[in-house]
Every structure is written in structure tokens, then in C-alpha cells.
């Protein structure tokens, strides 16, 4: 399969997985916290025996405090999922509110290239996260779903952008190699033929 195809077919994967993780908004968001909180105990486990093993180097505590620390939270995760949930997503709502703020800002104070359209996704990350915090906690059910369906979906159309115009860059060059052969081959001919005229009529 050539890449571009690869490309296609990989984004439109990636776009079916985020129509259907937003359409289930709430599956995924529990989804989402457990596979968070699997990755956290697989992180805690690596960093314990990392600490371990370059216990001579003084790497023991460090690596052991973290280990720890993300076992725990593993743990408190596996235990209520639902109440994460809700941690979570009041963690995300004030993210958002950051980001939009510090993009306005940024944007309106240096007013550099392109500035509108930071100070635009500013606005739409405060609206949102004003929206996750006022709509609190029947937000909590379907923000972490969304958001990851929305990255799917934005990850897959990228992709098949990416694909597409792969497409159009390998068809041009191939038609521009095409072109110049053509060229190159007429080139030679009306050379050949000026030669033989050169010889038949010195």
C-alpha cells in the first residue's frame, strides 16, 4: 500500500473511532479515566524498578517517590473512577480558561503574525471552558468523551488531508517528470535531425 493510501486509510479509522467516541461521550469519558489510570500504574511500576536498579547512581528515592506516587493514584482511580471524573474535568475547565486567557493576551499584547486567529482560539478555549465549569457536574459525563472523540476526529481528517495532498504532489511530479522527458526526448530528436541535415548538406 503506498503511503498516501496508508495516510488515507489510517485517518478515516481515527475519524470512525472519534464519531463513535463522541456519540458515546460517556462510555468513553470512563474509559478514558481507567485507561489513565492503567497507564499510571504501568508508569509507577516502571519507575520503581528503574529506581532500583540505579539505586548506586542515588537514583533510588527520586524514581521510588514517583513510583509511589503514581501507584497511588492508580489506585484512588481504580477505586472511585466516577469521582475522578469529576476531578478531572474541574481540572480541564480551568485548563481551558488558562489557555484562552494567556492566547488573548499573548495575542493582543504583541499583536505579532497571525495574531487574529490566537486571539480567536483564545476566545473559543475561554467559551469552552466557561461553558465545562458553569454546565458542572453534568459536564463531567460527556467532557473527557468529547474531547478525546473531538482529537480523533481533528487527527483523522488531518491525516487524510496529509493523504490527499500527498495524492496531488506525487501526481503533479509525475506528470512534470513526464513533461520533461518528453521534452528532453523531442530535444534530441530535432538535434539528431540537425545533425543529419548538417551532414547531408554541408
Not at 45 to 52: A, L, N, P, S
Not at 131 to 144: D, K
Request: hydrophobic fraction near 50%; include cysteine.
Amino acid at each position: 500500500m503506498k503511503p498516501s493510501n496508508r495516510m488515507i486509510f489510517l485517518g478515516s479509522i481515527l475519524l470512525l473511532l472519534g464519531v463513535v467516541a463522541v456519540t458515546f461521550a460517556g462510555a468513553t469519558t470512563l474509559a478514558s479515566v481507567v485507561f489513565l489510570g492503567a497507564v499510571l500504574c504501568v508508569a509507577g511500576i516502571f519507575e520503581i524498578v528503574y529506581g532500583i536498579q540505579g539505586r548506586k547512581e542515588g537514583e533510588l528515592w527520586p524514581h521510588l517517590g514517583l513510583g509511589i506516587l503514581a501507584l497511588a493514584c492508580s489506585f484512588l482511580i481504580a477505586r472511585n473512577p466516577i469521582e475522578n471524573t469529576l476531578g478531572l474535568t474541574l481540572l480541564i475547565s480551568f485548563l481551558l480558561l488558562a489557555s484562552g486567557l494567556t492566547k488573548m493576551i499573548g495575542a493582543l499584547s504583541e499583536r505579532s503574525l497571525g495574531w487574529g486567529w490566537l486571539a480567536a482560539s483564545g476566545v473559543m478555549s475561554f467559551v469552552l471552558g466557561g461553558i465545562v465549569l458553569l454546565t458542572f457536574p453534568v459536564s463531567a459525563f460527556w467532557t473527557i468523551g468529547t474531547f478525546v472523540g473531538v482529537d480523533l476526529i481533528l487527527a483523522g481528517l488531518s491525516f487524510i488531508g496529509m493523504g490527499v495532498s500527498l495524492k496531488k504532489v506525487r501526481r503533479n511530479l509525475d506528470a512534470a517528470t513526464n513533461k520533461n522527458w518528453e521534452q528532453r526526448t523531442y530535444r534530441a530528436a530535432r538535434e539528431r535531425e540537425q545533425d543529419r541535415d548538417s551532414q547531408l548538406h554541408p
